[in-house]
DNA sequence: GAATATCCGTACGGTAGCGTATGGACATGA
DNA sequence: TCATGTCCATACGCTACCGTACGGATATTC
């Protein structure tokens, strides 16, 4: 469960990090103040220096999350090469991270149980938004109208969903190894113009 | 939250269909006795006298949904006309559900963050099999292989979640009213051979 | 080298939920 | 009518977690 071995003097950052670490494997109720506390080999003492209560934990955790989604999804987006072929990376990028990084898309499917708490809903609707927008204007690029793109993008954006779902709960459903590299190309092809 | 204002007696069935109404909106955790048996207008004193503890519950509330889940997909593919029609309306009633229905899809959602928990896992691989078992069969009475009728389902099942998401945690992502109908359409279009 | 700020451990009270024990209300049959 | 079975409320102890109070340790500054 945890991993350093304690550390001289901590930061809000290690204690946010920990507790995105737990709602990423646990939901929501696992980011709780004694449990993260004892994973990082510290007490409450510690924590309720750095934060004001249960609330912020969970306010900073969310924050760090959508930082980190914006730059990696940044970073994805430059990092795929240019003009026709950046969306078709950009699809074969994210549904291999879906079964080869630990957790990539786990948040959104820890927070589903609360996507109505008044602190998950706004980043939830933040995150959605600038990952539709994205894929939105990939597909104008592709020669699509406003209104096909928007489109597009749902269902593909839905279909990037539901792969982070099934390779979550049900990793048996999905092919394994090589061929689920060739599973995604068919996918690809399907889904892009 | 409760509706049914007391009731003489409970039954078994009155807690577990409580429980899984109480696991639709707010998750696992909300599968607690005290607060059900509030719900209902009754003490824990009736609960131990139908259950033996939350396990108990919590399987009883599991099994409810499996069961209504196999009636319901059953009764929609009858209800789905005959030949090639069949899997495109199958596709239209379901995705209509998803943001017409109350939680549809919605217990799939609440169990992700607990989807390696031992009473959960069997549950939802049994369900997803199933679902997948019958798209596949859809798909090869288009014409398809087996293997390619396999990959249409994964990516078609994939879809449906992944709209479920959508519908549930930032609905205001989808068109609304008859743009959503139409919608429905242009996606099935993209789906189906 | 003493004062101050930073960081954290310990101890405490409070709440929510689980499970058990026990008795009581009500019906049913002998 | 009394005995038995069914169904449930009350009361209790237990655990996990939240938040506060307070004091101690270590570093930093003058």
Redesign the pocket.
Known sequence: MDMTPAKA??TREDWSAAALAALERHGLAAV????IAKSL??????F???FA???DLIAAALDQWERRDTDGVIATVDHAAEGADRLRLLLRLVLQAVVGAPGAGSIELALQPHADHPMVAPVLARVTERRMSTLESLFTDQGLSRSDARDRARLTYAAYLGHAQLAHATPGQLPKGKAYAAYVDRIVETLTP
Chains 1, 2 share one sequence.
Do not use: F, N
């Open positions: 003097t901590l709780a103040v004694e449990p080999g510290a007490t409450k003492g510690s309720y220096w750095h209560g249960r609330d």
